[in-house]
């Protein structure tokens, strides 16, 4: 079965620490994960998917097979990234029913 | 880049009534439509899957009569909450996919049944 773990319900750092959320998955094939933001107020976007291997607002994240986990890292937080972010993961081609976890909400403080 | 509608916004209406909510993809054809509901503070649990001119297919555990969805166009799908009741209160999302497009979320509706 499809799942998605996101072991953090909330991470609070200072500005200009370091960022690291987690995110483990389950699945049988080889799946596609995807990282999303949730501003307040504001529908789902996309961030990262781990295919396309790009940086986006500074955010990074590699799918390790062997751990089978797609952690999404900052190495400086600022406050405009609090938000709450998704780990999701599809199964099959992009179109593909996606499947999220729990999700973390990022506080950064000033 | 693609944009999907989901309307209404927010929606209020009596126990016992039916609710309509409609995502529209704008500018591109949804090869598939999603459609997922969010408890407040809680992850995306998704509902159905649904393809045009095919019926839905369910998750476990969601009740296939009580949400009707409908996938008449490559562009309309529409989920219907019948009879609603005060646990149907939830926030309820759509999303469209495309090959090439990934996929894009509706801003959601929010319905509150009293």
């Known amino acids: 079965a499809q799942r998605v773990t996101q072991p953090e319900k909330l991470l609070s750092v200072f500005k200009g620490a370091p960022v690291e959320l987690k995110c483990n998955y389950s699945?049988?094939?080889?799946?596609?994960l995807f990282w999303y933001v949730q501003y307040s107020r504001q529908r789902l976007q996309l961030l990262l998917r781990?295919?396309s291997r790009e940086s986006i607002k500074g955010f990074t994240a590699d799918l390790n097979k062997g751990e089978t986990s797609f952690h999404l890292k900052k190495p400086f937080a600022q406050e405009e990234d609090s938000a709450m972010y998704y780990c999701?993961?599809?199964?099959?081609?992009?179109?593909?029913?996606?499947?999220f976890g729990q999700g973390t909400t990022l506080q950064v403080k000033p | 880049g693609a944009v999907v509608s989901q309307h209404p916004s927010w929606v209020i209406c009596k126990s016992g009534t039916s609710v309509k909510i409609e995502c529209r993809s704008l500018?591109?054809?949804?090869?598939?439509m999603f459609w997922y509901r969010q408890f407040p503070k809680q992850s995306l649990m998704l509902m159905a899957t649904?393809?045009?001119?095919?019926?839905?297919?369910?998750e476990q555990g969601v009740e296939k009569d009580k949400f009707l969805i409908n996938h008449a166009s490559l562009t309309l799908s529409t989920l219907t909450v019948t009879s609603a009741h005060p646990e149907d209160s939830s926030f309820y999302i759509c999303?469209?996919?495309?090959?090439?497009?990934?996929?894009?979320f509706g801003s959601g509706t929010r319905l509150t049944v009293v």
């Open positions: 781990h295919i």
């Open positions: 500018d591109f054809q949804a090869t598939t």
């Open positions: 999303s469209a996919s495309q090959v090439g497009h990934g996929y894009t």
């Open positions: 699945y049988s094939g080889s799946p596609e």
């Open positions: 649904s393809n045009e001119g095919s019926k839905a297919t369910y």
């Open positions: 999701a993961l599809s199964g099959s081609s992009n179109t593909g029913k996606l499947i």
